[in-house]
């Protein structure tokens, strides 16, 4: 039986090296129109000095926390390296380069989803304070300089993902896809990291300073006084716009990896080779080259829509409107594209006709984007009736308005999850059975939903950006009361929480069906299929009704354990993180609680809060709680893999691919909801802010903030990074190692576990055993 490791491509022609300086060119395209967007941005006034003192704050914090990540990051990337390399170096014991190429790969997948989080922050905390100075001036102005500087993240995420599985392409060549693997494993693990770290400092800043600011003192969002609020918008740039743009990296670059490796895959089916004789090779080296034309088509398609993008000069119009034309524009242009793509370069070899199957397959994944996109609208606007309902829950307090969210979010996880099984059930359809055909569709229906990754992350990083935005109006005091500014910059954010929302929702669904087609190469590569395939290449006729029988039999007690064991790690890692906002927002409480109580003139505005104490709390909370989620998702698939045999760590991918699904779901969309029915109670809604109603839903609010900005995005690289550690180390699993080098790796991964579980215990709070008496009257609040 062989694997995708051993298939043999044909060498490249003409045609095949033309087309990637194609995709080579369109990757710098992608680059160039984000430098000149980034210099058409910074051409922009950044407004008074007021404005400037807060933006340099928020710049300041959000770039000393990038640094201090990657220097914790880095000890991690070099084992792990060095450890890819000494893995493989057996592996492809006649062709060193092909072991430097995996480990290699991985180092720059590593570098480049850093990359990519790092423009994304930079131009958000650039371009912020740039919208809050031209929303003085006028409507169409803020929005046009948001959504471009939005579209800087987007434009370099794009270019630095195609660009550097282009050179993979033209180093290696036809052998491309061994390496590739590598390349999506370090742009996973180094996401992980990132929405872990920038998801716990957002969220401790955010809850922090939100139950002591509104809850407890009274005070807007964003109000100068809360010595929480720069670290808090600190941590909008951290999570939601490096956090983000690494997220959706990763995701850009491992549906492609698993189409690329599924498109080689091919080769293996027998029915796939019957059928196409002696054109199947260069057949499969088309379906491996389509992958990156449809990338180059949406980095085009992302261009154009974000360039259509262009307000009404009007006093205050609706956001969404501009935004939707320019997301249109992309995904038909896409289509258009990738059809047209179809047609010429995807024809059928045994008749000539060009084969519309695989368009049909890549079309799939932008109506799976829709219906996403739907969804989420539905469960989470505030205009629909599930925030309507949780907002006139908060009549009778928090926990009836905690019940109704939590209730909504459980029916909200299982419609998303059905929508991906009828996608999945669509490329079977469309490809009529041909599992390997239908594995391939599945990989280009994740391609489908990215197409237009680039507009979709212009769309994530203008959410954070007029967040800031409204956050430096509101701080730097240039203008007092309801005004034409304040009512812009107000309308530019509350959009802003719609396009994060529905951002959030296309990567959890670009997550679990990229895990999908990697979970189909893992089988492949840990040969789970070999019985059938030698039946099928001798001709029996009942080979293909056994494919699901054969593989993985959950009926088996050690492949049982493995899908229990794949099931719960999810719940775990969400339990650290969770965990981990909690115990921060907590000192973050105690900081703003003592700053109020002991800053004499600081609650009425006389003096100013010491802002770097609360940066610096949440700075060490996340370096603190970083590695315990990461060492989990490597170490348990390890563990898996060589105490229980390669169908149970099939298994373990399987129960984690539909856990996490349905945690991450569940987990953002009901803090969406909470965080919505907030925001309609604060429009005037059973009386708006400052009601018993709006601090029941301030609490809503802030339990849900963990769930849909820390644990929640979290799970979406985690299952990832577990499919590719499981596709790295199957080639070493299936083979018949010593009983004392199996021990061995399991001691070592289950001590990794132990370390991982002992370091989420870990507590900066000293619980005390004697309850504080209760505040008398002459007591001031904040409580002591």
């Keep these: 039986m062989m694997s995708e490791a051993t298939v043999t491509l044909p060498q490249f022609g003409v045609l095949e090296t033309t087309l990637l300086w194609v995709v080579l060119a369109t990757s710098i395209l992608a680059l160039a129109y984000g430098w000149y967007l980034r210099r058409r941005v910074l051409q922009k006034s950044p407004g008074p000095e007021t404005m400037v003192a807060v933006s340099a704050a928020i710049q300041e914090g959000a770039l000393a926390y990038l640094g201090r990540q990657l220097r914790a990051m880095l000890p991690v990337i070099v084992l792990i390296t060095i450890g890819l390399y000494l893995l493989y170096r057996p592996i492809y014991a006649g062709r060193p380069l092909l072991t430097l190429g995996v480990a290699g790969a991985f180092l720059l997948g590593c570098f480049a989803s850093y990359g990519a989080g790092f423009v994304g922050m930079t131009s958000a905390v650039q371009g912020n304070v740039r919208v809050a100075n031209a929303a003085r001036r006028s409507y169409k102005e803020a929005l046009e300089i948001a959504f471009q500087a939005g579209t800087i993240s987007g434009m370099f995420t794009v270019g630095l993902g195609l660009l550097g599985a282009t050179i993979m392409f033209m180093l290696f060549r036809e052998d491309a896809m061994r390496v590739l693997v590598g390349f999506g494993f370090g742009g996973s693990l180094v996401a992980a990291f990132m929405r872990v770290g920038g998801g716990i400092y957002t969220k401790a800043a955010d809850v922090g300073a939100d139950l002591v600011g509104k809850v407890e003192v009274g005070i807007p969002e ?164 599930p925030v309507t309902e949780i907002a006139h829950a908060t009549r009778t307090g928090p926990a009836t308005m905690l019940l109704t969210g939590l209730g909504t979010g459980m029916e909200s996880t299982v419609w998303a999850i059905l929508a991906i099984a009828l996608t999945i059930g669509a490329s079977m359809a469309i490809f009529k059975g041909n599992l390997a055909l239908s594995a391939y569709g599945i990989a280009l229906s994740g391609l489908g939903l990215l197409t237009t ?42 959009v802003g929480n719609t396009t994060k929302a529905l951002t959030k929702g296309f990567a959890i669904a670009t997550a679990v069906v990229a895990a999908i087609a990697l979970f189909r190469s893992f089988i492949d590569e840990a040969r789970l299929f070999v019985d059938v395939r030698e039946l099928a290449a001798a001709g029996v006729e009942q080979a293909q009704g056994l494919l699901t029988s054969v593989g993985i039999q959950v009926n088996l007690p050690q492949v049982f354990i493995g899908l ?6 999810p719940f775990l890692v969400s339990a650290f993180l969770i965990r981990a906002v909690g115990r921060s927002a907590f000192l973050v409480v105690e900081e703003v609680r003592r700053q109020f109580r002991e800053i004499p003139g600081l609650l009425e505005g006389k003096s100013r809060p010491d802002y770097s104490r609360a940066v610096d709390i949440v700075t060490k909370a996340a370096q603190r709680e970083l590695l315990s989620p990461a060492l989990i998702a490597i170490s348990a698939p390890i563990l898996v893999g060589f105490a229980l045999g390669p169908a149970s760590l099939g298994a373990y991918l399987a129960g984690a691919i539909l856990t996490a699904q349905l945690l991450a779901v569940f987990m953002a969309n009901t803090g969406g909801a909470w965080d919505n029915a907030k925001k309609k109670i604060e429009e005037g809604y059973l009386g708006g802010k400052g009601t018993e109603y709006h601090k029941a839903a301030v609490i809503g609010d802030t339990v849900g903030d963990p769930l849909k900005d820390t644990a929640g995005p979290a799970l979406n690289p985690l299952i990832k990074v577990m499919n590719l550690v ?31 579980v002992f370091l989420s215990k870990r507590s900066p709070i000293e619980i005390k055993a004697v309850m504080a008496p209760e505040p008398t009257a002459a007591s001031s609040d904040p409580r002591p």
């Excluded at 199957?730 to 018949?736: D, E, L, N």
Aim: glycine letters at 10%; hydrophobic letters at 55%.
């Design 222 to 385: 964003d109000d100068p006084r809360n010595a929480a609020v720069i670290a808090d918008n600190v941590g909008d740039n951290v999570g939601d716009c490096a956090g983000m743009a690494a997220d959706v990296f990763e995701s850009y670059e491992v549906t492609l990896v698993a189409a690329i490796i599924l498109g080689a895959a091919t080769l293996l089916d027998p029915q796939f080779v019957a059928l196409y004789g002696a054109a199947a090779a260069g057949f499969a080296l088309k379906l491996i080259i389509y992958p990156l034309l449809v990338r180059a088509i949406g980095v085009v398609a992302s261009v154009i829509g974000t360039w259509s993008v262009r307000a009404k000069d009007e006093e205050i119009g609706d956001p969404m409107k501009p935004i939707n034309v320019g997301f249109w524009v992309s995904a038909l242009f896409s289509i258009a594209g990738f059809g047209l793509v179809n047609y010429f370069y995807l024809r059928d070899p045994v008749t000539g006709a060009p084969d519309f199957r695989f368009f049909l397959a890549t079309l799939t994944g932008i109506l799976l984007a829709l219906v996403i996109g739907w969804l989420t609208e539905l469960f989470t606007h505030a205009d629909r009736a």
């Design 453 to 494: 990754t680039g507009f979709i992350l212009a769309m994530d990083t203008y959410g954070p950006i007029v967040d800031n935005a409204n956050g430096i109006f509101e701080m730097s005091g240039v203008e007092r009361g309801d005004t034409p500014t304040g009512r812009i910059v107000a309308r530019l954010d509350a």
């Design 564 to 569: 229990l064991i794949g099931g719960a790690v």
């Design 726 to 756: 499981a596709i790295l180390i199957a080639p070493v699993v299936i083979r018949p190692l010593p009983f004392g080098i199996r021990a061995t790796v399991v001691v070592g991964m289950a001590l990794l576990i132990a370390v991982a």
